[in-house]
């Protein structure tokens, strides 16, 4: 009898998650592909198109940042990032809404980041970071739209495309989890807030 419920309990487990881990290997399919692929979970805006991954950037880390623009700035913030992929701003694009802009092609790298110049393990062990988790090697998400209080945090649905978000980037670049920052945690910034944090955290502890 023991044994029996051992092992329904074990079926059904294996049906809980069985749906999940296929939804996950298809994200992690569609997260190697190149051209403008529709990811379910997310309401995506391609400026750039995917390349061949092999031929992107080795991006080893992502850094959360987010903005102070007003509700409706990531779109015209991803725009100028296109006509000029170099400039200070990030790859992808969070509007408040949850869309998601792709703004920069992946070979191209933004001015992001200020050299991983905190050194005071505030936050984070930062032996690992201290100007090491850099532009070159980390692709940038700018969530807009905290403004004017910048303490207010991302919106519900920026949390919601984060979620999927993050898992696509993992898998395309092959990211650890323990990879992914917010930019107080790796750079001196804006004493009013922490920017990125609640981002990053929720990503870490949503887990693999």
């Given amino acids: 009898m023991m044994i029996a419920r051992l092992l329904a309990a074990a079926l059904a487990v294996f049906f809980l998650t069985a749906p999940a881990a296929a939804v996950d290997a298809e994200l992690a399919k569609l997260a190697r592909a190149s051209g403008t692929p529709d990811i379910p979970g997310l309401k995506m805006v391609w400026l750039a198109p995917w390349g061949d991954v092999r031929s992107a950037r080795p991006w080893r880390n992502i850094i959360v940042h987010q903005t102070e623009g007003p509700a409706g700035s990531a779109r015209g913030g991803a725009a100028e990032q296109s006509k000029t992929p170099t400039r200070r701003g990030v790859t992808v694009w969070v509007e408040t809404d949850g869309t998601v802009y792709w703004a920069v092609a992946e070979n191209l790298v933004p001015t992001h980041g200020d050299g991983a110049n905190r050194n005071d393990n505030k936050y984070i062990d930062n032996r690992a970071t201290y100007r090491q988790v850099v532009r070159d090697n980390s692709i940038g998400v700018e969530f807009a739209g905290n403004y004017p209080d910048v303490a207010a945090g991302p919106t519900e649905a920026q949390v919601a495309a984060w979620k999927t ?19 107080n945690w790796i750079d001196y910034k804006d004493s009013r807030y922490c920017e990125g944090c609640w981002l990053a955290t929720l990503a870490r502890m949503w887990g693999e």
């Fill in 165 to 183: 978000l993050v898992k696509v980037l993992r898998a395309r670049y092959e990211i650890p989890l323990d990879r992914v920052y917010a930019h």
